[in-house]
């Protein structure tokens, strides 16, 4: 990750230089450009075709006349239709071009406009520093020009001074994105509950409040459908909680009385840190992928290290239940009846349906014990929603209009998006068992809604959402603002939620 600094626009002596330019800007942008390079930037937009279209680019490598190594052209698209997305989204590009140079600029003024304004130069950087994100801690043979070697980026605005003073915030939230794609990154042999629960207790670090529940905890708790998943693993079971008072805590700190918090907003993950699927075994192909089954976990764990590193004027807690789910001689059977924390019994007719069985306890013990005023769940749940929604939006059901349409809205913002799925009776009448109160599975047709409808059925009237991010949490190419792999996709969503519908002003 580069050092990220802000300045005044000029041109740089050395180094490479990215100057983003929408459709409108780019007479303008070249001109000063040509002053430099002899009319060569004109002559290479011409050439290149390059109109500052958004997602369009042009590079020209040392031009004359100036001691630049490259200079790359990004487009913008229409500087009335920029969003603070598209102004991440060219910082990202632009840092992917950037990337082979010891030190680098980018002229962020074109994405100073439109409804974006001035915080266009804080959202291009944060565009950069997210795709800069690189998970390299097991390669020991890397050749030096496989490295990106970027270790100083400016980014340039007429506002430097106020882009400096937002940026840590902005900072904090990419690196609470950096801490979930590195958690669902590693090897499960060497993330397995116990070490995940670890780096958990290390945000105490940041402000956080986290307790860790044990085995001999989460039996007096009655936890019956989470250790029913975890008994088959050698590997034992965790949950954890963190808790953030921002709110609350800000009122104490400065000598009010009224220091009790309020209702907090829940967030809860599946963290299921390797699945096999259990006795109903998956098949062979790709079951590597399953190290990532912790994604929703991950991406708690990564928004309660940006909340607390951004200091959110917010009460939250979140809560990850962690267990391995493996074939064994101790290893849960199809057919076996689970008693869950609430009380209901389940007949689990499928092991591989494993990460609804966490939640149920995870989220009535929430419920129960922080009377949150909403309760969003995060997990890669289903196969059939990547079979409903792909890879473009995560599944999102709720009980809760209001809260479905703030959580649409944060998606699109953050270009995070989330399709909302029915749910009703017709769907929750598959669950009926014939010897519990309810089974873990409701059949293939609408598997994504009957698992949905299973959940709902542990939040005991607690508004709720749940988010379904098996097609998203991991990406099989590079995106502008994320390489390949781990995509931490809910952390920025969620911190937008939070940000726009729920933090109390500062003061």
Same mark, same amino acid.
């Given at each position: 990750m580069p050092?990220?600094?802000?300045?005044?626009?000029?041109?740089?002596?050395?180094?490479?230089?990215?100057?983003?330019?929408?459709?409108?800007?780019?007479?303008?942008?070249?001109?000063?450009?040509?002053?430099?390079?002899?009319?060569?930037?004109s002559r290479a937009a011409t050439a290149a075709s390059f109109a500052g279209r958004k997602g369009q680019g042009c590079t020209l490598l040392a031009p004359a006349g100036t001691g630049l190594s490259r200079l790359v052209l990004i487009g913008l698209g229409?500087?009335? *239709?920029?969003?603070?997305? %598209? /102004?991440?989204? !060219?910082?990202?590009?632009? +840092?992917?071009a950037? $990337?082979?140079?010891?030190?680098?600029?980018?002229?962020?003024?074109g994405a100073c406009a439109g409804a974006v304004g001035? *915080?266009?130069?804080?959202? %291009? /950087?944060?565009? !950069?520093?997210?795709?800069? +994100?690189?998970?390299? $801690?097991?390669?020991?043979?890397?050749?030096?020009?496989?490295?990106?070697?970027?270790a100083r980026l400016a980014v340039m605005t007429e506002g430097a001074a106020a882009a400096k003073a !937002?940026?840590?915030?902005?900072?904090?939230?990419?690196?609470?994105?950096?801490?979930?794609?590195?958690?669902?990154?590693?090897?499960?042999?060497?993330?397995n509950p116990a070490e995940m629960a670890e780096r958990c207790l290390a945000l105490k670090s940041r402000g956080l409040a986290v307790e860790v529940f044990g085995p001999k905890e989460m039996r007096k708790l009655g936890f019956g459908a989470l250790l029913g998943v975890a008994q088959g693993s050698a590997n034992e079971p965790?949950?954890?909680?963190?808790?953030?008072?921002?709110?609350?805590?800000?009122?104490?700190?400065?000598?009010?009385?009224?220091?009790?918090?309020?209702?907090?907003?829940?967030?809860?993950?599946?963290?299921?840190?390797?699945?096999?699927?259990?006795?109903?075994?998956?098949?062979?192909?790709?079951?590597?992928?399953?190290?990532w089954d912790m994604a929703g976990a991950g991406t708690v764990v990564g928004l309660m290290a940006a909340l607390a590193g951004r200091k959110a004027k917010v009460d939250a807690v979140g809560l990850v239940g962690l267990v391995e789910n493996m074939?064994?001689?101790?290893?849960?059977?199809?057919?076996?009846?689970?008693?869950?924390?609430?009380?209901?019994?389940?007949?689990?007719?499928?092991?591989?349906?494993?990460?609804?069985?966490?939640?149920?306890?995870?989220?009535?013990?929430?419920?129960?014990?922080?009377?949150?005023?909403?309760?969003?769940?995060?997990?890669?749940?289903?196969?059939?929603?990547?079979?409903?929604?792909?890879h473009e939006h995560a599944g999102l059901f709720a009980n809760d209009d209001a809260l479905a349409q703030t959580l649409i809205a944060a998606?699109?913002?953050?270009?995070?998006?989330?399709?909302?799925?029915p749910l009703g009776d017709a769907y929750d009448k598959l669950l009926k068992s014939d010897i519990a109160d309810m089974k873990n599975i409701g059949g293939r047709p609408g598997g994504a809604i009957t698992a949905a409808q299973f959940i709902q059925r542990f939040v005991d009237g607690c508004p709720w959402a749940h988010l379904d991010i098996a097609g998203t949490a991991w990406s099989g190419k590079d995106k502008p603002t994320m390489p390949k792999g781990a995509t931490a996709f809910g952390v920025r969503l969620l911190d937008t939620l939070v940000a726009e519908h729920h933090e109390k002003a500062k003061g």
């Open positions: 050092e990220i600094s802000f300045a005044k626009p000029s041109l740089p002596k050395s180094g490479a230089l990215a100057v983003l330019v929408s459709e409108g800007g780019l007479d303008t942008a070249l001109a000063e450009l040509d002053a430099a390079t002899a009319g060569a930037a229409k500087a009335d *239709d920029l969003t603070a997305l %598209a /102004a991440e989204e !060219a910082g990202g590009s632009a +840092y992917a950037l $990337r082979g140079d010891a030190a680098a600029a980018i002229d962020a003024r001035g *915080d266009g130069a804080v959202r %291009a /950087a944060l565009g !950069a520093m997210l795709r800069s +994100y690189r998970f390299d $801690r097991y390669r020991t043979r890397e050749k030096p020009e496989d490295k990106p070697k970027l !937002a940026w840590p915030a902005a900072k904090a939230v990419a690196e609470g994105v950096f801490l979930a794609r590195d958690l669902v990154s590693e090897p499960p042999n060497v993330l965790r949950m954890v909680v963190m808790q953030w008072h921002g709110a609350s805590g800000a009122k104490a700190a400065r000598g009010a009385k009224a220091a009790k918090p309020g209702k907090p907003l829940a967030f809860i993950g599946k963290g299921v840190t390797f699945d096999t699927g259990g006795i109903s075994i998956k098949p062979a192909a790709g079951m590597e992928d399953m190290k074939p064994s001689g101790t290893a849960q059977r199809p057919g076996d009846v689970v008693t869950t924390a609430s009380g209901q019994t389940v007949e689990v007719l499928n092991t591989d349906a494993e990460g609804r069985l966490v939640l149920a306890d995870v989220m009535w013990y929430c419920k129960k014990r922080f009377d949150p005023a909403f309760m969003i769940d995060l997990a890669t749940l289903t196969g059939a929603i990547v079979v409903s929604l792909g998606g699109k913002a953050t270009g995070e998006p989330v399709w909302r799925m």
